[in-house]
C-alpha cells in the first residue's frame, strides 16, 4: 500500500523550493527520523515529506497530521491534501505549516498518517520535537 518518507521539520519555508531543483525531497531528509528538533515558540515550522503509491493507480489519500503534547492532549490536527510532486509516477508531496505561535512551549509528537493506513505502519510517522519560549530582551 501507499507509504510515507521520513518527516523533514524545518523553520525555513525555503526548503521547499530548493528540493524543487535536482535534490529530491528525500535527499534533504538528511537529519534521521529520531533527531531531537528544537525550535523557538512563534517560529512558522513546516513539516514536509513524500508519499509513495503505485504509478498507475489509485491517488494517495489524504493525510492526517496531528501535534500532540507528549503525555497530553492533541494541539493541533488537520488533513492535508498531498500534491503532485516533481513528475516521478506515484509520488506526491505532502507539506503542512505548523505556526507554533498559538502552541505553548513543550514536548511534542508530530504524527502524519495516511488516511486508511494501520497505526505503527509504512504510512504513519511520528516525529518528536521540542518548543521553548523566546529569550527576554
Known amino acids: 500500500g501507499p507509504s510515507l518518507s521520513g518527516v523533514l521539520l524545518t523553520s525555513l519555508p525555503s526548503v521547499l523550493a530548493i528540493t524543487r531543483g535536482e535534490t529530491r525531497l528525500a535527499s534533504a531528509l538528511g537529519t534521521p527520523p529520531t533527531a531531537e528538533r528544537r525550535f523557538v515558540a512563534g517560529d512558522q515550522v513546516v513539516a514536509a515529506a513524500e508519499a509513495y503509491g503505485p504509478a498507475s ?5 489524504s493525510v492526517t497530521a496531528e501535534v500532540e503534547r507528549v503525555g497530553g492532549e492533541v494541539v493541533l490536527q488537520r ?10 509516477a506515484g509520488v506526491t508531496e505532502v507539506s ?7 502552541i505553548s512551549p513543550g514536548r511534542y509528537v508530530l504524527r502524519l498518517r495516511l488516511d486508511g493506513a494501520p497505526a505503527g505502519g509504512d504510512g504513519e510517522r511520528s516525529v518528536p ?3 521553548v519560549g523566546r529569550p527576554a530582551r
Do not use: H, K, M, Y
Open 57 to 61: 493507480g489509485p491517488a494517495i489519500p
Open 129 to 131: 520535537f521540542e518548543l
Open 79 to 88: 488533513r492535508v491534501e498531498p500534491r503532485p510532486g516533481d513528475g516521478r
Open 96 to 102: 503542512l505549516p505548523i505556526d507554533t505561535a498559538s
